[in-house]
């Protein structure tokens, strides 16, 4: 495809789904693997479900996981506005044309009579009352009344809808780039509303219009579009547009963890992972949540996992840089089924990036996070911290939740190794263990580690005996770096200080 362009369109009533930066992902891949352009449109009509802040969430969010537009509001563009909101006037203008064609209608049929309709449906035994062919006739529209009756609502400012016409007994099929053949019948569809009682369009109009307009060529976006697409097909038709359309992909459900049912902004709380690529301040504790970021992950990681999500290279290749994304992804590969949003393949992408990322590139991310604790550690200590560090984390995060220790005194110390390990009859022992180490020239892991081992030959406890003990009077835990690595690092006075404090404690403990 030539002049390839593709839009992402988000709507800022909510903050951004995890789903919709994949979207926005494979639309920024595409273009860029066919030197085309991306655009950023905000579908922001519905302005009694507009959240303050959430355009600026969005495109921080884009920017985050390395996803700038070439077009878009506050990135130019020959196409704008590129919000729906500052395009009222070119929709009306669309509208009308649609009614001059025969294509539309005025329908004015009130909030109640609507209702009514509906409860006149389920009581003939219809579960759901459908605005079509064969009901709006029994409707209040320019269908059912006389030109001079429909002038003198306009006229008096009665509120009013316009709804597309849709023909009876018509076949609509397209062939979608991911779902293959896609057939519909006018039959199953109703006459959805265009332009709203406000003046606003619909999605429906506006994102045709726009995509016309904008002359984007490829629409790619979720599953649950799919069944719009007749209308909009419908419109394209009504326009005259029929004979170059876009071409449409809809990517697959990404699914619960589970992998059962469509993947929601509920299910973070739910199961504790995040569902939003940034954090989010809400006005009440259940209206706020952390997203990936806050979780500790690398944006790279995230733009990782997301591909792969429903695209298959057809190779054993899992890491990718978004440089080989470009190059290799392709919407051929984009699987029909839904992906299955497994938590931790995308903490296991995570730990690759950062066990593979230059220390000195690391680091510079771990000190805000350790800065943000109250600590601010010398280069040397924070650099040789993340080397011991770096092969078993697997989120940022992780540095400071298993590494405090590094950086304040033990909070509590771990018990099954303390009861199983500890007698206070060795209490001596242990105190000469602390004053050899309190000796050590030079205070490196090596002489530490040389010492130790003569303590235990000497002493014939075993390392059994003696390493869990250290350990745990150091780190608190069991888990972690090379123990003379940092004893070594702590230096001196901090390590003796905590073998007097643990020693005590664990007294204390095996009691």
Known sequence: MDNVRVRFAPSPTGVLHIGGIRTALYDYLVAKKLNG???????????????????????????????????????????????????KEIYAKYANQLLASGNAYFAFDTPEELTAAREQAKENGNHTFKYDAKTRLQMRNSLTMSEAEVEELLETNVPYTVRLKVNENEDIRFEDKIKGDVKFNTNDLDDKIMLKGDGMPTYHLANVVDDRLMKINLVIRGDEWLSSTAHHILLYKAFGWDHEMPVFAH???????????????????????????????????????????????????????????????????????????????????????????????????????LMNMDPALL???????????????????????????????????????????????????????????????????????????NSCRPFDAATIESTVKNFVEETELGFGNVLPILRVAICGVMKGPAIFEIIALLGKEEVDRRLAVAYEAFNEIGK
């Open 37 to 87: 352009t991306f655009v950023l449109r905000l579908e922001d009509t519905d302005r009694s479900r507009f959240v303050p802040g959430a355009e600026a969430y969005i495109k921080e969010a884009l920017e985050w996981v390395g996803i700038v537009p070439d077009e878009g509001p506050g990135y130019g563009g020959e196409y704008g506005p590129y919000r729906q909101s500052e395009r």
């Open 251 to 353: 990517l697959p459900l990404i699914l619960k963890p589970t992998g059962k049912g469509k993947l929601s902004k509920r299910d973070g709380a739910k199961f504790g992972i995040p569902v939003f690529p940034l954090g989010w301040n809400g006005p009440t504790p259940e209206e706020s949540f952390l997203g990936f970021k806050e979780f500790g992950f690398d944006p790279k990681a995230v733009v990782n996992f997301l591909a792969f999500l429903g695209w298959n290279p057809g190779t054993e290749q899992e890491i990718y840089s978004m440089e080989g994304l470009v190059k290799d992804f392709s919407l051929d590969k984009v699987v029909k089924a839904g992906a299955r949003f497994d938590y931790d393949k995308a903490r296991w992408f995570n730990q690759q990036y």
């Open 363 to 437: 680091m510079n991310e771990v000190r805000p996070i350790i800065e943000d604790k109250g600590h601010q550690p010398s280069e040397d200590f924070l650099k040789t911290f993340v080397g011991l560090m770096q092969e078993r984390v697997v989120v940022m995060t992780d540095f400071w939740e298993q590494g405090y220790y590094f950086f304040e005194p033990v909070k509590a110390y771990e018990e099954k190794p303390i009861r199983k390990k500890w007698k206070k009859e060795r209490l001596a022992q242990f105190e000469d263990l602390r004053s050899r180490i």
